[in-house]
């Protein structure tokens, strides 16, 4: 009954009411436009297209995070991701540039810079992937009908819609944001990846059916699938959520007659405070050999191509998780400053008690996040793979998906961001939150995926 007076609640708050209303239409504009195909596409050629992608391990990682648009040729294929790159690629600039470094520190004025050049840098990626994308569907076509051929023409003008596609839903994004409930872009991501879950779970519940192909286990292994789900799950909320707290003693100060201070609070310290991001760093290497090896020969498809194009073999997996390991640390190291962080403690006249301001708070801080990022850095590559080995315990390849990897992160992160702005909107207006007790802590890292 919690629930529903929870639900009663959100309804009676007028702004809170319309913001969701406001973000349902807003989805089901993009979930409509991810049905729109490119002009010229027949559904045979759809049919080539989306056999195509279930033998690729990057074309079935794409089509999940845009709905399923990419497979079907939608006006919608390229989805968000060519905006999460430049969002990825300004950030790291961000980081190692002056320039950049100072508009980050402008303010809002800073703030709309940079997000202009991501909107520049977005058009640009767009105008790369574009013909890729349309060149990969004429070959793959005519591969399997011996038709839909495409001239220079043809290309550019599919470009162009597939580029004002993507620039539509990052508009979408941004009024979610705004006017909705959220962070629009991330939960544009989270809609596609849900979209492919019923699918997915429909057809492994039928390919447990007595009689259907692969039915080893029955509906006793299907329960057992959904519980292994709902565990993995729940390990990636405490990865999400997983803190370690520093506490800080502040001096006492006196200002007038009157003596404040003495107060001791902590500095949250996240066990995986890189997010997902080390995951599609990762991914992004990974994919080179599957790239190079669709451009080489049958020959020199075997061997080291052959092994590291395999998404659920050894070789594969082991490298990739070593990569996760290794970028975990390495984004968790020029995001984390312990060293601003002592010199902003000092300069507030705080220090953690048994420890020596400036330079001695800066190693003991650094120490502490080497330690606690080694198992959020393992259990990240953990998750990372578990698909491989959902597969090898019979799980199909669209349902795996959704046991690990770069998925289920965002899918638990963005839920969690959405769930804690309801319940501060139930709060500010004296409501119980979501939860019992306590509250819900969503993703801090600074990153929207």
Same mark, same amino acid.
């Given at each position: 009954? /919690?629930? *529903? ?13 319309? !913001? ?10 993009? !979930? ?86 991501? #909107? ?43 580029? &004002? ?9 941004? #009024? ?15 809609? %596609? =990846? ?58 006492? #100060? ?6 404040? %201070?003495?107060? !001791? ?7 995986? &405070? ?8 990762? +991914? ?26 395999? *998404? ?9 998780? =070593? ?13 984390? /400053? ?37 198992? %959020?850095?393992?259990?990240?590559? =953990? ?17 795996? +998906? ?48």
């Amino acid at each position: 009954m /919690r629930f *529903i007076q929870t639900i009663r609640n959100i309804w009676t708050i007028e702004e809170l009411r319309k !913001r969701i209303l406001v973000t349902l239409m807003l989805v089901l504009v993009y !979930r409509l436009g991810c049905y729109v195909v490119l002009p010229g596409i027949s559904p045979e050629d759809l049919d080539a297209l989306s056999n195509f992608t279930n033998k690729s391990g990057l074309m079935q990682l794409l089509d999940m995070f845009s709905g399923g648009a990419f497979s079907q040729a939608s006006i919608f294929a390229l989805g968000i991701m060519p905006y999460i790159t430049a969002s990825i690629v300004i950030q790291l600039l961000g980081m190692v540039l002056p320039s950049f470094q100072k508009m980050q520190r402008e303010g809002e004025s800073g703030r709309q810079k940079l997000s202009q050049y991501t #909107r520049y840098l977005t058009v640009l990626i767009l105008l790369l992937q574009g013909p890729a994308y349309l060149v990969n569907l004429q070959v793959q076509v005519s591969a399997a009908t011996g038709g839909a051929h495409m001239g220079f023409w043809t290309i550019a003008f599919l470009t162009v819609i597939l580029a &004002a596609g993507s620039m539509f839903i990052m508009w979408l994004g941004e #009024r979610i944001t705004d006017r909705g409930i959220g962070n629009g872009i991330s939960f544009i991501i989270l809609v %596609g =990846i849900i979209a492919r879950l019923p699918g997915a779970l429909f057809y492994e519940f039928t390919s447990r059916l007595p009689g259907s192909t692969g039915s080893q286990g029955g509906l006793i292994m299907f329960v057992v699938e959904i519980i292994l789900l709902f565990a993995v799950t729940v390990g990636a909320v405490l990865l999400v959520q997983g803190t370690r707290k520093v506490p800080v003693q502040y001096a006492k #100060r006196i200002v007038g007659n009157r003596q404040y %201070g003495g107060a !001791r609070q902590y500095i949250p310290l996240k066990v995986n &405070a890189a997010g997902v991001m080390p995951i599609i760093f990762a +991914q992004a290497i990974m994919f080179i050999p599957i790239t190079l090896a669709g451009f080489s020969s049958s020959e020199g498809s075997s061997g080291f191509y052959a092994a590291f194009s395999d *998404i659920n073999g050894f070789w594969y997996n082991l490298v990739y998780f =070593i990569l996760i390991v290794a970028f975990t640390y390495f984004y968790t190291a020029i995001t984390v /400053r312990p060293t601003q962080m002592a010199e902003d403690m000092k300069r507030n006249n705080g220090f953690i008690p048994g420890v020596k301001p400036g330079k001695k708070t800066a190693e003991y801080l650094d120490s502490i996040m080497s330690r606690i990022t080694l198992p %959020g850095s393992l259990f990240l590559g =953990i998750v990372a793979i578990l698909p491989a080995f959902a597969r090898f315990f019979g799980i199909s390849q669209n349902f795996a +998906q959704f046991f690990g990897g770069t998925s289920l992160l965002i899918l638990v992160g963005v839920v969690l961001d959405t769930l804690q702005q309801i319940e501060s909107h139930l709060m500010m207006h004296h409501y119980d939150g979501l939860m019992k007790d306590g509250k819900i802590k969503g993703r801090t890292t600074g990153s929207a995926y």
